[in-house]
């Protein structure tokens, strides 16, 4: 557990959240949910993120600790992991996008990843 902790790096957080909170370690488990939150651009731009299944990534993506001050900037990582596989995350799209405020989205934004 002591090596885990010491070993929290955007790379490694999500998984040693999941590990943690599987074999019901709570204190590593908030560590390394305090890390990931407080890490959160450089959590997403990681190949662990990319590779989180749908819950997991729902439960991060909606916890009250994170720190984005637009709601851009939620849209960008749902289409971030979706496009890592797309054929198979599309179906998943509308149930992330439930996840945010879409209305608080500036539209420009919108319209350029429409284009």
């Not at 797309?86 to 284009?115: A, F, G, P, T, Y």
């Amino acid at each position: 557990e002591k090596f885990l902790e010491v070993s929290l790096s955007p790379d490694t957080c999500l998984g040693t959240w999941a590990l943690a909170d599987k074999v019901s370690c709570l204190k590593l488990s908030a560590m390394a949910r305090s890390y990931a939150l407080k890490k959160f651009e450089e959590v997403c731009a990681t190949e662990e993120f990319l590779e989180l299944p749908l819950n997991f990534l729902k439960m991060y993506i909606s916890d009250e600790g994170l720190p984005v001050k637009k709601e851009e900037q939620l849209l960008d990582v749902i289409m971030l992991w979706a496009k890592h596989n797309l054929e198979e995350r599309l179906r998943h799209l509308k149930e992330l996008l439930e996840c945010i405020w879409i209305s608080r989205v500036d539209q420009q934004h919108l319209r350029n990843m429409m284009e």
